[in-house]
């Protein structure tokens, strides 16, 4: 079944340390974004790629990184300069294509949690 | 920039009866798209309908529709005979039409519904 993984489900992080989330997609879409959300609130981006080995900042990308070498994934790293990074992590992709097969398919999310 | 609106933080219907949740957005666009997703306590994202900018007809999904107002930059979604399944968060959403490194999709804060038995 074509769909987007996201792994690990729940994370821990230890002050200082960097962590990476994965986003696994087989759904042959060329664009990919990761949304931060905190509770009770909506999603913020952080990070979006249109195309493999380019990728552009949200609004809220300091603190964090990606990389985009395969189509397929688009993975975030959490780095230690990111104050707050407790919270929900999203990924999705889209297709760059328009009219039809417009709309994002996303990821079950990653829960982080700095401890 | 792009951005979406939603000023309804928290929404209450009862069971089977109607409710609209608001949506505004400012674009300078003409082409986009516009959808509604649905968040349930499990975090899933889940599409509830869509609808393209260059279409006058509203989008319907069975008990979902859409009120799409574009002079007035206004999509507002309706859900008919509401049941509890329908408790969740929703979030609209915009996308521009145009591709490039600015084809990125944006959301609004969200609206809470509670669906009373």
């Known amino acids: 079944d074509g769909g987007i993984t996201q792994s690990p489900k729940y994370l821990f992080r230890k002050e200082g340390q960097n962590v990476t989330l994965s986003c696994e997609q087989n759904?042959?879409?060329?664009?990919m974004y990761w949304y931060r959300q905190d509770p009770g609130q909506g999603l913020r981006l952080i990070y979006y790629?249109?195309?493999?080995?380019?990728?552009q900042k949200g609004d809220i990308a300091e603190g964090y990184s990606v990389s985009r070498e395969k189509k397929e994934s688009f993975p975030l790293t959490v780095t230690s300069a990111q104050k707050n990074p407790t919270a929900f992590y999203l990924c999705?992709?889209?297709?760059?294509?328009?009219?039809?097969?417009?709309?994002?398919?996303f990821g079950q999310g990653t829960r982080l949690t700095v401890v | 920039a792009q951005t979406v609106t939603q000023s309804q933080p928290e929404m209450s219907v009862q069971e089977a009866e109607t409710v609209t949740l608001s949506c505004t957005y400012d674009?300078?666009?003409?082409?986009?798209?516009l959808f509604w997703y649905k968040q349930p306590p499990s975090r899933q994202m889940i599409l509830v309908i869509r609808?393209?900018?260059?279409?006058?007809q509203n989008a319907t999904e069975n008990r979902f529709s859409v009120n799409f107002q574009k002079a007035a930059k206004s999509f507002s979604l309706k859900i008919s005979d509401s049941q509890l399944g329908d408790a969740a968060m929703y979030f609209c959403?915009?996308?521009?039409?145009?591709?490039?490194?600015?084809?990125?999709?944006?959301f609004g804060t969200g609206t809470l519904l509670a669906v009373q038995p």
């Open positions: 999705a992709s889209s297709s760059r294509r328009t009219g039809t097969d417009t709309e994002a398919f």
């Open positions: 759904l042959n879409h060329d664009a």
């Open positions: 790629s249109q195309i493999v080995n380019d990728f």
């Open positions: 674009t300078s666009e003409s082409d986009y798209y």
């Open positions: 609808q393209e900018a260059y279409k006058q």
């Open positions: 959403a915009y996308r521009s039409a145009h591709g490039g490194a600015t084809n990125k999709l944006i």
